[in-house]
């Protein structure tokens, strides 16, 4: 029953972390104090939706009905949660109640708050006299036209999303403890880590970047890491479909280069770092003399698998719909959307690559130290 307990507040802990994450990145974005919005945040880093519905003012003259819906995981929130979550369930050998607790206290977690994540937003509008922010007329009074949105989370989805969520980190937080088949572990570990620092040095990186603007910091707090990921994958070569969904628009390296120059550097060489550093913490953790192909293999599969879940979780949709005396007409429809299964081949391939560098470099520094161990020992 203690172990329970003990689980029961590490999800409790987790979900009050991302709620202030959500709500300072909201607040410098400016959302206005923390409330029902950072509710319906933290339900999106569960992997939960926001549903939109209203009317177009008035003013309109046309009585239409606005629909959409917000589709996108805040990683910055739902990686807070997942480091402080895994971190406190690793402090001792996770039993199977504490195990059990934790993925039925995580979607109720995310749940029960989403029932209260409901309220209005105004956008697009002019406002009298007040600066205008995400929450709608800082003034107070009443906007000067433009679309009043109500907003709710969608509590079944977000329930599926919490649970998934809480089977990831279960699965991460137990790594060690479970015996993987062949020597899996050390990449699994080493790969998930580096991604971890990769996801932190982008937030810093951008708030550094952003300092004197709020709504640029509150875009790095909350989606830094959505664009980590999605630069890592693109410096693989991962393809990503982005913009609105009635034109091919998107990115690719071939497109960087040919419409930026030598921009498309930057996603190749932040990957490689990336890459680089994975396949070296893993031969760290590797015991000397393990065959070199497999070493690969371990890092292609542990690589690929990474690389296509995190492809699969940094894109997002949005989409905003107008109907008209019966007719629907889409207003916004945006999505950014990698390519999964390119990115699981591709991520394996680099994997391998990785591997075999890294084992390569943590090889010739053991041999540079035994080396000088023997120098110093042969002058003693």
């Keep these: 029953m203690r172990e329970a307990g003990r689980a029961a507040g590490a999800v409790a802990l987790a979900y009050v972390v991302m709620g202030l994450v959500a709500a300072a990145g ?5 959302a206005g104090p923390p409330g029902r919005l950072t509710l319906a945040a933290v339900a999106l880093a569960g992997g939960g939706a926001v549903e ?3 009317a177009l003012h008035p003013a309109a003259g046309m009585g239409a009905s606005v629909h959409g819906a917000l589709r996108v995981m805040p990683l910055g929130v739902s990686l807070s949660g997942a480091v402080v979550l895994a971190l406190l369930l690793r402090r001792r050998a996770p039993d199977v109640r504490s195990l059990v607790t934790t993925a039925v206290a995580v979607p109720l977690a995310f749940a029960l708050p989403a029932l209260a994540a409901h309220g209005r937003l105004t956008l697009a509008s002019p406002c009298a006299h007040r600066a205008y922010g995400l929450g709608g007329c800082q003034s107070g009074r009443a906007a000067l036209g433009g679309i009043a949105l109500d907003y709710h989370a969608d509590v079944w989805r977000t329930a599926l999303g919490g649970l998934v969520w809480a089977l990831v980190v279960i699965a991460l937080a137990s790594i060690e403890h479970v015996r993987l088949p062949g020597g899996l572990r050390p990449a699994v570990t080493a790969s998930v880590t580096v991604l971890l620092w990769a ?3 982008t937030v810093i990186a951008g708030l550094a970047l952003a300092a004197g603007s709020g709504t640029k910091s509150g875009a790095a707090l909350l989606l830094g890491p959505n664009a980590a990921f999605a630069g890592a994958s693109t410096g693989i070569g991962v393809p990503w479909a982005a913009g609105p969904a009635t034109r091919d628009t998107g990115w690719t390296l071939a497109g960087i280069a040919h419409d930026h120059g030598l921009a498309w550097l930057v996603p190749v060489a932040f990957a490689a770092v990336v890459l680089l550093a994975a396949g070296a913490l893993t031969a760290a953790h590797t015991p000397p003399g393990a065959p070199w192909p497999a070493r690969a293999g ?3 599969l542990a690589v690929g698998t990474l690389v296509a879940a995190m492809t699969a979780v940094a894109g997002g949709s949005a989409h905003l719909s107008v109907s008209v005396l019966g007719f ?10 990698g390519d999964i299964l390119v990115a699981l081949v591709l991520g394996a391939a680099a994997g391998a690559v990785a591997g075999l560098a890294g084992g390569a470099l943590t090889e010739a520094g053991r041999g540079r130290v035994r080396a000088r161990w023997n120098t110093e020992k042969a002058r003693r």
Excluded: D, E, K, N
């Design 298 to 300: 371990r890092s292609a």
């Design 52 to 54: 939109l519905q209203g």
């Design 328 to 337: 629907t007409l889409p207003v916004i429809v945006l999505r950014a959307a």
């Design 199 to 201: 996801a932190l040095a």
């Design 26 to 30: 909201l607040w410098l974005i400016g």
